[in-house]
DNA sequence: TCAAAAGTGTTATCCTTACACCCATGT
DNA sequence: ACATGGGTGTAAGGATAACACTTTTGA
């Protein structure tokens, strides 16, 4: 076998920019919230230069650098290098590698540069209120997203097209069989479907309706990549304790249940959240009770950490045999 | 709000090669089966040129190129761009975007470069040995694999750190609880260990343990590719219906199962196996038998691929409230 | 007739869902 | 006293895991 260095390799050396995007997500005021930049338009990105070991090190690099703050949890969420959906208005091709970050405690806004610039919080609902059921369905799918979508049905070529955009209508965003994982699906079919045209670097949509935007908007394919980060974490707070990221060091039940319902958008059976917390020894008691809003003072728990290396979690859904 | 071609946007021109790898699944001869090249070696990967709309339609342009075959089922896997693992022999730093193609028919070869390059088939388990659980725990685990791990707990620096060591063996490793979808987990940890040294490209491991490699290296960190590649569709099989992406159009329940063992690399049982595939209305019958091999000749079936559009997929854990 | 694989039926167990209820505190 | 949230017990239903057994072919 020839030494490495000989072996020709299929790779180009492209004028392409590397963008890095990150998802800042933190509980406020029992909101899932997202740092931003410009007004909420515009999520954190910064440049990949090579001088970092490893893309997660970039990512760490300047966001500490941006923010003063160090990053907890990080995680890769897509790569993304649509050329109608990323920079039209630049002529240049950009990579956006884009990753979801958990943090418990507030960015230092004072280390970043005054302005317009100034990062803010934001919760994730104002981009996606059609993503919020946590005081039941909300009000702007009926009002605003479904008579939309009904128009964009009944605006198809011809009926096989129609009902191919009625069944994929149906199945993302039917009332009685809501699944609050399909964030970013659904995000993609209003896109297709015009109804979520963004403020820069967006392609004309097909089909243009009348009515125009269903929640805020943000720059270039931010919207995208925070659909993206939602819908990751959504799934993910199921089968991995990744929502003790967002949680402060002590904690009632009570609070650890808003905070789940914040980010699955959707309110959880009390008794059986509890249970369901408990049977998997995700926590323990500290002690102390809490001096609270109102009710019986609720006992402070904390996380495990040792479970993180105890388990390895399962994931089955295969009739497995015991015959091994 | 400025218009976008004025708002600061912190991208860099980087001068960074952007590569897309893939791995490409086949099921042949009861064998889960990749695609590569140089004798196994090599991952088949590719330029993005900015030429393509998106990153998929690029990947589908090579590999079509290179293969004269149209490509299926394709998804994104991961982004890497490790400056030790990548291309470690060349100075130039490289960001790889990994995919995970599935294929349902043979790959012409016809089409393809003779000499080195010609693509050729390998099964998976050539390079991850200690992953088929076919045929009940794998001789090379025993043999290999974990006297080897034991050597490196064994060789920690202080007591702690071999605390450490030892819960992660046991739980990745542990053969009672052996959790089939662990295979990157597995993978990084055993190149952590210093037992899966490839042959380009990689950085020389921190604790060179005697008695060298286990399972068929490959250049620069493709392993690694592969082992994500793996990893997730173990993972996916359990919840989307892509088994039938690898399938002819008709088979039977028997080959079904065999080919769900192959990827998940264990035994299934039987009975169940075969309940929960109509219990959820994923195939129906064609009406022919198949003329096999001993035994009763079985009823063939094929993929009712309505239900790519009839489901949405649940994957609760969350103990949901009907009071919404 | 026997091996080999297909195919059917039934039972025990666990987990999820849901309901009903009591407890401790502030106002 | 009563509103508010904390906290406990238990029953019904469904899904999984396991077992036992019959059927149909080829050699």
Redesign the interface.
Known sequence: ?P???N?????????????LNAVLVALIDEQPQVLTL??G??LP??????D????QTGLRA?VERQTHHPLGYVE?L???????RAAA??G????S?SYLGLTRELIDKEGAAAGE?EPGWQSWYRYFPWED?RG??PVSLARQVMPRLRRWIDAASDTADRR?RR??VE??FAEA???E??VL?RYELLHEAGLVPE???RRPVANPLPGGVIGAPM??DHRRILATGIARLR?K???RPVVFELMPPGFTLGQLQLA?EAL?G????KQ??R??IDQQGLVEETGAVSAETGGRPAKLYRFRREIL?????????????R??
């Open positions: 076998m030494p490495a260095a072996r020709p390799r299929p790779t180009a050396f492209s004028s392409i920019a590397i963008e410009e007004d338009a515009l990105s910064g440049p990949f230069e090579g970092h070991p490893t893309l300047w890769q897509y790569t993304f290098a649509d050329r109608s208005t630049s240049r091709r950009i990579v590698i610039h059921w039941g369905a191919q069944q994929r199945i993302n069989s809501w699944n994982d399909l699906q403020a820069g670097g720059h270039y799934a707070i199921k089968y789940v699955a959707r309110p959880l059976h059986n959240f249970r369901l290396l105890e388990r390895a979690v399962a994931g089955t859904k295969l009739p497995l045999s015959t091994v």
